[in-house]
């Protein structure tokens, strides 16, 4: 623990995932007493603040021309509802015209806010800057203070020989396609790096590595237990530390309503995330199909929640406080985001993952060839393959053993308090 206050600057990317993974952390370091700013998005207008930290917020792009407000993360919740179509396709096809638009956007977004968060770092004179995100912004890379990167997606982000490309959904034991999916993100992809490069070097900062968005810091963390990891042919270097869960405390205490705390039988959680829930048409077939089992849920109904009607046997609200929820269950149907995925890993709960983009393909396939959950087809799925599932997961008996073990384990790694450890080291060692 430093013996000094430090100031450190929390630079989150706009979804829930990575904000809240750095409030969790950010918790933990403020309670220790040191001062933490968090140069957020816009959105995110007075969320942070009420828990204890300052808000330096950047637009990412031009603000609304009515200057209406908007909610949290609400850039991405409205793009991945105009863009729901393409994640029907293949993953290698989605290259293209799905996760290319998707790295338009971002590296767009940091040249937009470079002249704020100039600004935003002037004026908070931080200690340390963390970034939770994918791609690099070289305002924070040109402080003159230790850079943190967080990698709170799936670990194959962080390329090596020997694993699956990332975003592609491959299974870690068949190395048929990994090549041609690789070539396939180079062609798609090296034009649009090469000029992001270009504009991040003028601007002072060391070049990116080669088709890479962002660059490693000083210390780099990335959220995955040990017990699901790949097995890489290269070890990480030495400035890479797993946190094999970074779940937050800030949320919280969720009483079950009484609709459900009155029944028996099993409690499962169903979310698609604050993105994914966006699409209406998938939220209604997802509980259509659960609603004729004998089990309970609790939804989290999301952004649209006015538009989703739940049947009888479930109960929810549009947001819902994930991690006090998931200890009450006994399954969890997710959309494969890394930050739920690693919470059910965290409170020993096996899951049915419904992948829709980015690393959810990856987490799925990943839970699917350990044997911790069933992946799905998430528009194909048939009434029959979802109650197969559930009812192979609850009765499975060994599998909860296993996954309880492994919780305990990965409780016991405390990777919130790891996390502020090396952050705390990275500071006060410069």
Known sequence: MSERPLTILFMPESAYGPTNNCIGIGDMLRRRGHRIVFAAEASWQGRLEPLGFEEDLVHLAPPPGDGAGQDAGQFW????????????????EQLDTWIRPVWEELTGGARYCQPQL????????PDVIVEDNVVGFPALMTAGVPFVRIVSCNPLEIRAPGIPPAFSGYPAADQAGWQVFRDEYERVHRPLWADFNAWVTGQGAPPLPDLEFIHEGAANLYVYPK???????????????????????TDEKFALPDALAGGHGPLIYFSLGSLGSADVQLMRRVIGCLSATPYRYIVSKGPLHSEIELAPNMAGAEFLPQA???????????????NTVTECLHFGKPMIVLPLFWDQHDNAQRMQELGLGVRLGTYRFTDAEMHAALDLLLGDTGLRGRL????????????VCKAADLIEQIAVAQ
Do not use: M
């Not at 100039?118 to 004179?125: D, F, H, L, P, Y």
């Not at 309880?404 to 990777?415: E, H, L, M, N, Y």
């Open 77 to 92: 919740k409205d793009f991945i509802r105009d863009t729901a179509p393409e994640f029907r396709k293949p993953t290698i």
């Open 404 to 415: 309880a073990s492994a919780a305990g384990t990965i409780q016991r790694q405390d990777g």
């Open 227 to 249: 017990f699901a990891d790949y097995q890489r042919v290269r070890p990480l270097g030495p400035s890479w530390h797993r946190l094999d869960s970074s779940v937050r405390q």
């Open 324 to 338: 006090s929820v998931i200890p009450l269950c006994d399954l969890v149907i997710t959309h494969g985001g890394n």
């Open 118 to 125: 100039t600004g935003i770092v002037e004026r908070a004179r």
